[in-house]
Structure formats: C-alpha cells, structure tokens
Nanobody, 123 residues
Framework: QVQLEESGGGLVQPGGSLRLSCAAS????????MGWYRQAPGKQRELVAE???????NYAAAVQGRFTISRDNAKNTMALQMDSLKPEDTAVYFC?????????????????WGQGTQVTVSS
C-alpha cells in the first residue's frame, strides 16, 4: 500500500511563514498529480494547490502569490511553502497523491491522502 505522512503544521502569527511537507512511502511505481486541500470549521473543503508530475502548479486565488508548491520526484516528496499567512488560512491541511503502486500497475492510479495537519494563524 501507499502511505502519505505530513509534517510542519503549527501555530504562527499573522504575516509569518510555515512549510508543510508530505512524504509518500511504499512500493510506488509512479505518482501523477499531487496537491493540498484544506478545511476550516464551517467551510467547505478547498483545493489550495496542486502540481503535476512535470512540475506544473495551480493555485487557489486566495493563496496566489503567497504559497508555493513543489515536489521532488526522486524522493516522492512534496512541500507547500506558506508565506504572509493570514487568519483566514487557519484550517486542517490535507495532502494527496495520485499514486500507481507496483502491486496494482494494471489497475491504474488511485488517490491517497495524508491524515491532515492543523495550521493556526492567530495573534
């Protein structure tokens, strides 16, 4: 199976920065798209950023210019650099990866999820 492990969440003041990391493990043949969702209390789940296997990124309008997504295909890792954080960025952040395991090459890629990490932006 494929597992995703997140790290880097925490408490930060407005205007500060955090860097979230997501590491995929298991017998992985390939990972296609990867990205980050977030969900705040009382709000719908929101796609924050995504990145293709070739490194092409997309960002939600709310984070454009402040967040940067990246990946290292050789290490099967992904990161989200978050700068100029605002209180409205407070949410649980979930990483995902569309991975093709060695044991299921003939079945195609499936979406795997991290367990989520809390980001709180507050004075």
């Amino acid at each position: 199976q494929v597992q995703l492990e997140e790290s880097g969440g925490g408490l930060v003041q407005p205007g500060g920065s955090l860097r979230l990391s997501c590491a995929a493990s298991g017998r992985i043949f390939r990972i296609n798209d990867m990205g980050w969702y977030r969900q705040a209390p009382g709000k719908q789940r929101e796609l924050v950023a995504e990145i293709s296997s070739r490194g092409s990124p997309n960002y939600a309008a709310a984070v454009q210019g402040r967040f940067t997504i990246s990946r290292d295909n050789a290490k099967n890792t992904m990161a989200l650099q978050m700068d100029s954080l605002k209180p409205e960025d407070t949410a649980v952040y979930f990483c995902y990866g569309d991975a093709l395991p060695w044991d299921g090459i003939n079945l195609g890629a499936r979406r795997y999820w991290g367990q989520g990490t809390q980001v709180t932006v507050s004075s």
